[in-house]
T-cell receptor, first 112, second 108 residues
Framework: EAQVTQNPRYLITVTGKKLTVTCSQN?????MSWYRQDPGLGLRQIYY???????DKGDVPEGYKVSRKEKRNFPLILESPSPNQTSLYFC???????????FGQGTRLTVV | RKEVEQDPGPFNVPEGATVAFNCTYS??????FFWYRQDCRKEPKLLMS???SGNEDGRFTAQLNRASQYISLLIRDSKLSDSATYLC?????????FGKGTKLSVIP
């Protein structure tokens, strides 16, 4: 089954404790991206990647890092999480040309 | 001007009604256009792509007006199951850009 898998689905952590949210896709898509969604603000792009070892900042990259060492994986790293990073996070992938973006089920992160 | 703008709603309509959503985009180099549907706290899913000639899928019709830089979604004969947030998505070169979404509630 074609899918994008994010883990964990839910996470509560403390300020400053490094965490990684994993994202994996099995569709051989070149393009992958991370979004956060907050009430009233819609989906905002954090980082995106056009292919292996090619990443670029989206609209709200501060406080986040990503890597793309393999085509299928695109982890999101929060080196020192803060409460303003409490949000719902989505990973998405699509083929170049953007015929359709497939989303993971989301990760609900709470930083206390 | 924001890249993609939508009326946030909410649109509260009775079952069977026809409802239309509009979306404007700022980047004239945008190449592809989509409508996504998002149910509460779930991931967005593609509803339909939007083509220059307009396209229809059952009760849903999407239109694109490149000259005026807007796209629209028409839902006919609304069902309770259509209640969701509808996201306008535009693809300028290199990255997808999402509108904030329009919330639709279909009332019995």
């Amino acid at each position: 089954e074609a899918q994008v898998t994010q883990n964990p689905r839910y996470l509560i952590t403390v300020t400053g404790k490094k965490l990684t949210v994993t994202c994996s896709q099995n569709m051989n898509h070149e393009y992958m991206s991370w979004y956060r969604q907050d009430p009233g603000l819609g989906l905002r792009q954090i980082y995106y990647s056009m292919n292996v070892e090619v990443t670029d900042k989206g609209d709200v990259p501060e406080g986040y890092k990503v890597s793309r060492k393999e085509k299928r994986n695109f982890p999101l790293i929060l080196e020192s999480p803060s409460p303003n990073q409490t949000s719902l996070y989505f990973c998405a992938s699509s083929p170049l040309g953007h015929t359709e973006a497939f989303f993971g089920q989301g990760t609900r992160l709470t930083v206390v | 001007r924001k890249e993609v703008e939508q009326d946030p709603g909410p649109f509260n309509v009775p079952e069977g009604a026809t409802v239309a959503f509009n979306c404007t985009y700022s980047n004239s180099a945008s190449q592809s256009f989509f409508w996504y549907r998002q149910d509460c706290r779930k991931e967005p899913k593609l509803l339909m792509s939007v083509y220059s000639s307009g396209n229809e899928d059952g009760r849903f019709t999407a239109q694109l007006n490149r000259a005026s830089q807007y796209i629209s979604l028409l839902i006919r004969d609304s069902k309770l199951s259509d209640s969701a947030t509808y996201l306008c998505v535009v693809n300028p070169p290199r990255q997808l850009t999402f509108g904030k979404g329009t919330k639709l509630s279909v009332i019995p």
